[in-house]
């Protein structure tokens, strides 16, 4: 099967290159492909729509992952274009030439398609109702997907960390190397989510459609891991399994602080806990235990060091 993979050098993309060659012939393609790429590798500017036509056309997928996404959430709301050419748009044409050539798509969203103001954890039939542009492109992206017709799984996700690329977990680690004293809020809960363990539920949905005979589903899934935690305590555990591994001498000097003492151009939800029971039942996809994801992580990021 030929496999074209978007955003292949982002946190998720990162994960998935592996996993989705054990599966197929893989395109890889990102906006600036790593210099160590290999030929499979191509640079792909999303927002050139006649190029993707001809890749398309090209590569012949019969599977699409679209890991590539516009995921600056206060930038996004100065650079509206952009962020809905590429959380929107772009799926958009994805889903469309798939429908068209039968083929497959695997997509990402977010839980910042929902206001937050929620009390349980958000069910796929909860009436989203995004805070910020990244939240509505990326439900626009959602919806785009949906209205093609195409065979698809969105899955949506939330606060992603791996041991490379941008994201909370290095940028608390770089500013406790540092010496800084840190104000984290504690007003905003949500599930912080590897990126390894998105990339093998994925997996686990392809490995599924892929099997003769089963029941192939299609539709918005939500994945994310099996704890719900402030961001304050999210830096805490951080720091903790940092202090443990030798990465860090001492714990930096960490307080809780409330989302209005900490002003953002981009409103976030305040409750972000995703329900996980449609994939669970639909492809025995389980959440993964947030503990010892974070210990992986760590433990990767001092082999690094
Ligand atoms: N990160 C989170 O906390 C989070 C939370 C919920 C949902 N999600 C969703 O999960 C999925 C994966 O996110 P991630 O954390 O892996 O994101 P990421 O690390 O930011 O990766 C996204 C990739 O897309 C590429 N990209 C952006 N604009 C492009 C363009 N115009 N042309 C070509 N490539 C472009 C990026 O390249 P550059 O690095 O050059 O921009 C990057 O390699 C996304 O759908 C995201 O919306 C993420």
């Known amino acids: 099967m030929n496999i074209l993979l978007t955003g292949a050098a982002g946190q998720l993309g990162t994960e998935l290159l592996p996993l ?35 890749l398309l056309n090209s590569v012949r997928p019969g599977l699409i992952v679209n890991a590539a996404a516009y995921t600056a959430v206060d930038q996004a709301e100065t650079d509206v274009r952009t962020a809905y050419g590429v959380n929107a748009e772009f799926p958009g044409r994805l889903a469309h030439w798939a429908k068209q050539n039968d083929a497959r798509l695997v997509h990402f969203s977010t839980d ?12 796929e039939t909860d009436e989203p109702d ?8 990326k439900l626009e992206g959602e919806r785009a997907i949906e209205s093609s017709g195409c065979r698809h799984a969105t899955l949506r996700t939330s606060w992603v960390y791996s041991s490379h690329g941008k994201n909370f977990v290095l940028s608390m680690l770089e500013l ?9 809020v504690d007003d905003q809960q949500g599930c912080p989510t590897w990126a390894r363990n998105l990339a093998l539920a994925s997996d686990k949905v392809i490995e599924q459609w892929q099997t003769p005979g089963a029941d192939h589903r299609s539709g918005l899934f939500h994945y994310c891991d099996d704890r719900t935690l402030s961001w304050y305590d999210f830096a805490h555990a951080v720091f903790s399994y940092a202090v443990k591994t030798g990465l860090l001498n001492c714990e930096p000097d960490l307080a809780a602080v409330p989302s209005s003492g900490f002003p953002q151009p981009a409103p976030r939800p305040k409750w972000s806990v995703l329900d996980t029971r449609r994939i669970e039942t639909a492809f025995d996809i389980h ?19």
């Open 287 to 305: 959440p993964a235990s947030f503990n010892r994801s974070l210990k992986t992580v760590i433990d990767e990021v001092s082999t690094r060091a």
């Open 176 to 184: 406790a190397r540092r010496g800084i004293a840190l104000k984290v």
């Open 130 to 137: 995004p805070q910020n542009v990244y939240g509505q492109s």
């Open 112 to 123: 910042y398609v929902f206001d937050g103001t929620a009390s349980h954890p958000y069910l």
């Open 20 to 54: 989705l060659s054990a599966r197929g012939r893989v395109t890889a393609t990102d906006r600036s492909p790593p210099a160590t790429a290999v030929k499979s590798w191509l640079e792909l500017d999303i927002s050139d729509g006649g190029k993707l036509e001809l």
